[in-house]
């Protein structure tokens, strides 16, 4: 287990957990973009959904993001006070017990999933259990210490979230809400490799096999131009399978040429400084990117139904 005593790099416990504190653990800045994909998801989904259902699915959605955020700062808390980036975070700055946190994250996640089973239907309830798990167990207690492909394939379940929303609408999971997910699985690595290329020596230091470390920058570089290559094409699928038209075609198109180009760029560049600035830029890019592309589909789809395009 990740903190049992108090004899780890963690502070001492100083107590007085706040309310801020607690929101903190629900890492509520990574988890927005998690939950406006889920939103589109259910937006898009055939079949409407009743406008009281659908906020409740989207807050189960939300809490149940939370929830699995808590449950990796739990576990997570050595290597958090070895980073600087997490150092601040409650468990390591010694503000809130580690119990604290698994008692937050725990009750989080089967209130979130009850509910979302009991509002909608359990195919949904049980993919957010799932998708819980898998953030929680599968990545952050099994792959993220154990091999450089962690993010790749544990980051499976940042994807999920847009067929957790379909799937409340719906109650099955349909090739459009696979589709939704490969286009978050395949920018999951672009958008992560190209951080730890400029925090590298954060993860190094807390012995976390992230690519750059282990595989290198060049390669890790190349492995980026790789799947942005693919998700540039993959962005293409909604329309493939007929579920989106030609204004998040465009879009899709724009963004993911230019998804590629910089990515291109961080190819060529040096490994010295400036790489590590255009690492930056992808990533940050990586960001607009996603909600841009998922705004799209949402903005094609009204446009459709208004019967405007
Ligand atoms: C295993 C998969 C992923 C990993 C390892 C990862 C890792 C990270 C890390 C380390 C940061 C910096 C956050 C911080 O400063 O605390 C970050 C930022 C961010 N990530 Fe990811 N991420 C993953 C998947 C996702 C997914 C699926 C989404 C949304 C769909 C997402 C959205 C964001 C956002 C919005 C930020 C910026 C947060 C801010 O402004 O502070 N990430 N990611
Ligand atoms: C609905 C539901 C359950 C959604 C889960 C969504 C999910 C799995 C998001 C993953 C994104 C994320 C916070 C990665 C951080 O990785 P890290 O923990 O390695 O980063 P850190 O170093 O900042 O802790």
């Known amino acids: 287990?990740?903190?049992?005593?108090?004899?780890?790099?963690?502070?001492?416990?100083?107590?007085?957990?706040?309310?801020?504190?607690?929101?903190?653990?629900?890492?509520?800045?990574?988890?927005?973009?998690?939950?406006?994909?889920?939103?589109?998801?259910?937006?898009?989904?055939?079949?409407?959904?009743?406008?009281?259902?659908?906020?409740?699915?989207?807050?189960?959605?939300?809490?149940?993001?939370?929830?699995?955020?808590?449950?990796?700062?739990?576990?997570?808390?050595?290597?958090?006070?070895?980073?600087?980036?997490?150092?601040?975070?409650?468990?390591?700055?010694?503000?809130?017990?580690?119990?604290?946190?698994?008692?937050?994250?725990?009750?989080?996640?089967?209130?979130?999933?009850?509910?979302?089973?009991l509002a909608t239907n359990w195919v949904a309830g049980g993919f957010l259990a799932f998708t819980i798990f898998f953030y929680a167990v599968v990545y952050t207690m099994w792959l993220k210490r154990s091999t450089p492909q962690n993010i790749v394939i544990g980051g499976a379940a940042g994807a999920f979230p847009p067929m957790v929303g379909w799937a409340a609408v719906t109650g099955t999971l349909s090739w459009e809400s696979f589709a939704l997910f490969l286009i978050i699985f395949l920018w999951t690595p672009p958008h992560f490799w190209a951080l730890a290329l400029y925090k590298q020596s954060d993860y190094g230091a807390a012995g976390i096999p992230m690519m750059p470390n282990v595989a290198g920058e060049t390669s890790t570089k190349w492995q980026i131009f790789g799947y942005s290559v693919v998700l540039a094409a993959a962005s293409l699928l909604p329309n493939l399978l007929g579920f989106s038209g030609w204004i998040y075609g465009v879009v899709a198109a724009v963004t993911g040429l230019s998804f590629v180009w910089l990515a291109l760029r961080l190819l060529r560049a040096p490994n010295d400084v400036s790489m590590r600035r255009t690492a930056r830029t992808v990533f940050t890019y990586s960001l607009s990117y996603l909600f841009v592309l998922f705004l799209a589909l949402f903005t094609d789809h009204i446009a459709m139904r208004l019967g405007v395009i």
């Open 1 to 117: 287990m990740a903190l049992i005593d108090d004899s780890s790099e963690v502070s001492a416990y100083a107590g007085g957990a706040r309310v801020e504190d607690y929101l903190a653990l629900l890492k509520p800045r990574v988890m927005s973009l998690v939950v406006f994909t889920a939103l589109v998801g259910i937006l898009v989904a055939p079949g409407g959904i009743n406008p009281l259902i659908g906020f409740i699915a989207i807050a189960c959605i939300a809490i149940g993001a939370g929830a699995s955020g808590a449950l990796n700062m739990w576990y997570d808390a050595d290597i958090d006070a070895i980073m600087s980036r997490t150092q601040n975070r409650p468990i390591p700055a010694g503000r809130m017990t580690p119990g604290e946190a698994l008692s937050f994250g725990l009750i989080l996640s089967v209130f979130s999933v009850t509910l979302l089973g």
